[in-house]
């Protein structure tokens, strides 16, 4: 995971050096410009333009969304990634937080430090090798706890990928590549609540759990908001995991699973790429208006 | 996947400044995009399609890892022809790649390689609308030399009488054995499905463990429901269907799988599974399946040592009259419409799918160039590696059932995805043929075929 940190935060501080800081702060938003309209915007207009014309490029108004939507794979789709998001953004909230707050409560610095590594690690792998070491994991005859999955009842890699088993094996190969990088942003939130604050709660006889809960957990909204919402737009292009494991499992599970294998169905095999322009049009929709809904409700933008 | 910290600050630029900065980013990339778009050059109508203008140049090959070996071939018996072999996956498993590729290049508007080679027979399907394949019998590979194909051969790579693509082999299926096992077993080769359905029970109960089958992979229909004469996929037209999985052909070899998976004497894992490599390469007894498993199954997976394995013509239904088999892939070769060096790309096809030096003395499968495979079947008895001798496989090279054919919708994708997880929960074939049926014809129909039963 790359985090670009795009602050330009200590403008303004030293009035000396106000006109090369705003010119290095130009130049630095500049840069991530450029790549946000090159890879951004415009993809985003063309994908627009696509969804609503056809191949000849005449302006067929909705009818790309219908036709899709008719797809007997369709509804599956919507279904499956509605339930891979619910189990993916509940985990997602509940073990990162409760992580974070372990971690911080850790007072010795050694034990805390590895254990941060130790946490980041799966997010350095790139995302296709680290579903990969999952699909080994998975299958009992080559796995290291195969013993683990025999116990669980499962002896064959096609018993472990039952349809039914799909959405929680993609949350949890998903919160193995993905959380370390949320419990190390939302430990360094931890940091930033201040020191009087957290004094203040033990002078009152806060115990460690009501701090959590009344004084650690509030502070940290804007922070699980920000998470979610980019979670949200994460999960609902679920792809990678998917994808692979129907590689892997030579088409048993996995393929049509998501609107996004959906849309390369769409575009590849059956060359309709206005079609697949539609669905992911549809899936921007979706995840800017879940992102609106938690801005507005939690005060996103409010000034502290 | 990048994470976008936004500052806390406010960041207010001069507006006037961004503002410039955004036009010219703009401008940018809208001159880099509109350049992606190639100018057409004018073409010439020979050979049945219209020619680019044909240059010198480097002749672009694509082959999967196997058929790496014939590109390399021929460089070294044709040092004068300058050749880029590039090795792709084959479209292996239905993958697409190829096709994903095509439908890119056909938007940029270049970069088609010159001849490829698929390991899947159904890309004439969508490969001649696509603009993509090149017809082959009007005036590029002359008649006598189609001629020698084996019967039918090259009837997936035939769209309305033209021909779209050659065959690299045959993948009719026969029934392999491991013939010092049997013997000392004191079994006979089945001849009908009844005898191997009753020597299935007995396997079971004399010597459990051992297989006499496997219906654990996503061409299982392929081997059984096809030589069963069952009708899932019968390509009546360009764009029609005819599915029927309810007719007896296809509820008798269903209920045979079924008792056999029952007993155990047929594996459900797939022979290239972990599973079945590690646990059951030692038990096959049986195994119906196509002309490549003597090679790539067998010897090269499973290292089963020489002198063992023996292909039997695979069994028939009691009194049916005429012997049928099915039929797991067979590799093609496409020569490109937008290739410049045509003349270079038609030699090389023709070498590839009809020299000896390749087909008979080097090629894994069995050759679908008919006196090449005869050379090939002497080469392989030569090799000491198979038990008898692999004249089941020539026999069954005609009897391959001609109902079965090759649409765009992948029918191993679709029994991977609809019949597999039911067989490994432990649900009949039998009960879920209707679920077959239903599943071919709603992927044939979003592929839009016309479908009737």
């Known amino acids: 995971m790359t985090v670009v940190n795009s602050s330009v935060g200590s403008a303004g501080r030293r009035p000396r050096g106000t006109d090369r800081q705003s010119r290095a702060g130009i130049a630095f938003v500049a840069a991530y410009v450029l790549l946000l309209i090159a890879f951004g915007i415009l993809p985003t207009g063309y994908a627009i333009y696509f969804a609503f014309t056809n191949a000849g490029g005449t302006f067929t108004g909705f009818s790309n969304f219908i036709s899709t939507a008719q797809d007997f794979r369709f509804m599956d789709a919507v279904g499956h990634v509605a339930l891979y998001l619910l189990f993916w953004l509940v985990s997602l909230v509940v073990f990162v937080v409760s992580l974070a707050l372990l971690l911080h409560r850790l007072a010795s610095g050694t034990v805390s430090k590895s254990l941060r590594f130790l946490f980041y690690i799966p997010g350095a792998l790139a995302g296709a090798a680290s579903v990969l070491v999952w699909l080994f994991m998975l299958d009992p005859t080559v796995s290291p706890v195969s013993s683990l999955l025999g116990t669980l009842g499962f002896h064959t890699f096609g018993e472990v990928i039952a349809p039914g088993n799909l959405p929680l094996l993609f949350t949890v190969i998903a919160f193995w590549t993905g959380a370390g990088g949320w419990i190390v942003v939302i430990y360094g939130a931890l940091n930033n609540i201040p020191q009087d604050v957290m004094e203040a709660a033990r002078i009152d006889g806060a115990s460690a759990w009501q701090t959590a809960w009344r004084v650690q957990i509030p502070m940290l909204r804007k922070w699980i908001v920000y998470m979610v919402i980019l979670a949200f737009a994460g999960g609902a292009q679920l792809f990678v995991e998917p994808q692979l494991l129907s590689l892997a499992s030579t088409g048993v599970a996995g393929r049509d699973y998501s609107l996004n294998q959906l849309t390369y169905d769409f575009a590849f095999q059956l060359n309709n790429v206005n079609g697949a322009a539609a669905v992911s049009v549809e899936l921007l929709v979706v995840s800017v208006a879940a992102a609106a809904v938690f801005v507005a409700r939690s005060g996103f933008f409010d000034a502290d | ?453």
């Open chain 2, 1 to 453: 996947m990048t994470v976008n910290k936004p500052s806390s600050s406010s960041k207010r630029a001069s507006g006037n400044k961004r503002a410039a900065l955004l036009a010219g980013c703009a401008v940018t990339v809208l001159l880099t995009v509109s350049a992606c778009g190639g100018g057409t050059a004018s073409t010439t109508n020979k050979d049945g399609f219209a020619q680019a203008p044909q240059k010198d140049g480097a002749l672009t090959v694509w082959v999967d890892a196997t058929r790496m070996d014939a590109a390399k071939l021929y460089q070294q018996q044709h040092p004068g022809v300058k050749l880029d072999i590039v090795s792709y996956d084959g479209d292996a498993n239905g993958s697409n790649y190829l096709q994903t590729k095509v439908q890119l290049f056909n938007r940029t508007g270049k970069g088609w390689p010159d001849v490829v080679f698929s390991s899947q027979n159904n890309e004439a399907s969508w490969a001649v609308d696509a603009g993509f394949a090149a017809p082959l019998n009007k005036g590029l590979v002359d008649e006598a030399t189609l001629g020698k194909f084996a019967k039918g051969a090259n009837d997936v790579c035939t769209v309305g009488g033209t021909v779209y693509c050659l065959r690299n082999d045959l993948s009719q299926a026969v029934l392999w054995y491991n013939a010092p096992l049997l013997k000392k077993f004191g079994y006979t080769v089945p001849t009908t499905w009844e005898e191997y359905q009753q020597l299935g029970e007995k396997v079971a109960k004399e010597h459990p463990g051992y297989l006499v089958g496997d219906a654990g992979d996503s061409f299982t229909p392929e081997i059984y429901l096809w030589a069963s004469k069952c009708g899932a996929n019968h390509i009546t037209g360009p764009k029609a269907v005819s599915v029927n999985t309810a007719s007896e052909a296809c509820t008798k070899m269903a209920n045979l799988l079924d008792v056999l998976i029952k007993n155990k004497s047929m594996s459900i894992s797939g022979v290239f599974s972990t599973d079945f490599g590690k646990n059951q390469a030692d038990k096959v007894l049986l195994m119906p399946g196509p002309a490549w498993y003597g090679g790539a199954v067998f010897r090269d997976t499973l290292k089963v040592p020489a002198k063992q394995i023996a292909a039997a013509p695979i069994p028939q239904w009691q009194g049916d009259g005429s012997p049928s088999t099915g039929n797991v892939g067979g590799g093609t070769w496409l020569l490109s419409q937008h290739s410049t060096h045509i003349k270079a790309a038609t030699d090389f096809l023709k070498w590839v799918t009809t020299d000896n030096a390749y087909q008979a003395e080097k090629a894994p499968g069995f050759p679908a160039y008919a006196p090449a495979a005869e050379a090939w079947l002497k080469g392989q008895d030569a090799s000491g590696y198979f038990a008898s001798d692999l004249s089941a496989l020539s026999t069954a090279a005609s009897q391959v059932w001609p109902e079965w054919g090759s649409g765009q919708f992948s029918q191993e994708a679709i029994w991977a995805a609809t019949v597999k997880p039911g067989i490994t929960q432990g649900k009949s074939i039998a009960s879920m043929l209707p679920a077959w049926q239903d599943s071919i014809t709603k992927y044939a129909k979003s592929n839009g075929y016309k479908v009737s039963q």
